[in-house]
Nanobody
Framework: VQLVESGGGLVQAGGSLRLSCAASGFGFHEFVIGWFRQAPGKEREGVASIRNSDLTTYYVDSVKFRFTISNDYDKNTVYLQMDSLKPEDTAVYYC??????????????????????WGGGTLVTVSS
């Protein structure tokens, strides 16, 4: 099983980035994919998630209407489009995969329940 994030970098406030999470080694359609982030000195927090089987999504309030999560079945990849970026979005962003079923997306994302696999992260830095 492998999750590989890419797309991080340095961007000015108000700018955009698109992160990718390439998945392999498990049944992509049977899993939920989530994005998390950890800022320096802070705990990891959930950002967004998508259920690959039916494209249901969940966003935490701080990124709602700015971030968009989507997937590409052909590429086994999940994307996080981040617009209107703010300095407080600066963090290492991780994707995770969890088996669909035991928990709803809000519980999985807000409370970090039910994630089986994690990627190594990609750094996003937003300058003011």
């Amino acid at each position: 099983v492998q999750l590989v994030e890419s797309g991080g970098g340095l961007v000015q406030a108000g700018g955009s980035l698109r992160l990718s999470c390439a998945a392999s080694g498990f049944g992509f359609h049977e899993f939920v994919i989530g994005w998390f982030r950890q800022a320096p000195g802070k705990e990891r927090e959930g950002v967004a998630s998508i259920r690959n089987s039916d494209l249901t999504t969940y966003y935490v309030d701080s990124v709602k209407f700015r971030f968009t999560i989507s997937n590409d079945y052909d590429k086994n990849t999940v994307y996080l489009q981040m617009d209107s970026l703010k300095p407080e979005d600066t963090a290492v962003y991780y994707c995770a995969a969890g088996q669909d079923g035991p928990f709803d997306l809000e519980t999985m994302t807000r409370y970090s329940y039910g994630w089986n696999y994690w990627g190594g992260g990609t750094l996003v830095t937003v300058s003011s």
